[in-house]
């Protein structure tokens, strides 16, 4: 079974663009949720998704936003980039969320911002 | 009240020798505690997870033991190898309703050394 697969692996962009970001779950699971890795906050939490609706969000700007599709397919976009954007972003997928606690992580889209 | 504090932040142990992680968390509504493996280039890989009825799990060489009174679960890594060498993240969550989110340990990096 093909894990989390997340494109693009490396991005690049100048400050004040935008990007998104594909996450493309294991088959068969429901749930998406987004992290930012960094080396100073570490894994931080972003949002999930279930069933194409944000169930929970974590503390972040209103620039990161997310959606998911009839696929559970998820983006997510971040908008007006800032230095600080700089991070690892993390896919993660469930079956649902809540009745099964394992999620399984794809490898990452490396963004810098210059 | 959500941290995760994870200690040692560095861990080097000779190969054959018992790599030991800690964490310890201060909300009692987590109910799931897993470990995560990350090397590097790569995401974050679930090892092995415990729910707070338990008192300890064991994995092949991996032992999560918990202490629920003290709030303070940690990792056992027994005959440690060169493989296992890897950047560690002891993590918790809650399940409010039906929507979950991890919050993650700062990490350890493990050196084995061969």
């Known amino acids: 079974k093909a894990g989390v697969t997340q494109t693009p692996r490396y991005l690049i962009k100048t400050r004040g663009q935008q990007v998104t970001l594909s996450c493309s779950p294991i088959?068969?699971?429901?749930?998406v949720s987004w992290y930012q890795q960094t080396p100073g906050q570490g894994l931080q939490f972003l949002f999930e998704?279930?069933?194409?609706?944000?169930?929970n969000k974590g503390n972040f700007p209103g620039r990161f936003s997310g959606r998911q599709f009839s696929n559970s397919r998820s983006e997510m976009n971040v908008s007006t980039l800032e230095l600080g954007d700089s991070a690892l972003y993390l896919c993660?997928?469930?079956?649902?969320?809540?009745?099964?606690?394992?999620?399984?992580f794809g490898p990452g889209t490396r963004l810098t911002v210059t | 009240q959500q941290q995760v504090k994870q200690s040692p932040q560095s861990l080097i142990v000779q190969k054959g020798g018992i790599s030991i992680i800690n964490c310890a968390y201060e909300?009692?509504?987590?109910?799931?505690f897993p470990w995560y493996q990350q090397f590097p280039g790569k995401g974050p890989a679930l090892l092995i997870a415990?729910?707070?009825?338990?008192s300890e799990k064991k994995e092949g060489r991996f032992t999560i033991s918990f202490n629920k009174s003290a709030k303070q679960f940690s990792l056992h890594i027994m005959d440690s190898q060169p493989g296992d060498s890897a950047t560690y993240f002891c993590?918790?969550?809650?399940?409010?309703?039906?929507?979950?989110?991890?919050?993650f340990g700062s990490g350890t990096q493990l050196t084995v050394l061969p």
């Open positions: 993660a997928s469930s079956l649902v969320p809540g009745s099964t606690y394992e999620q399984y």
């Open positions: 088959s068969g699971h429901r749930s």
């Open positions: 998704y279930f069933s194409e609706t944000q169930r």
């Open positions: 909300n009692t509504a987590f109910d799931y």
């Open positions: 415990i729910r707070p009825d338990v």
């Open positions: 993590a918790a969550s809650t399940t409010p309703g039906s929507a979950r989110q991890l919050t």
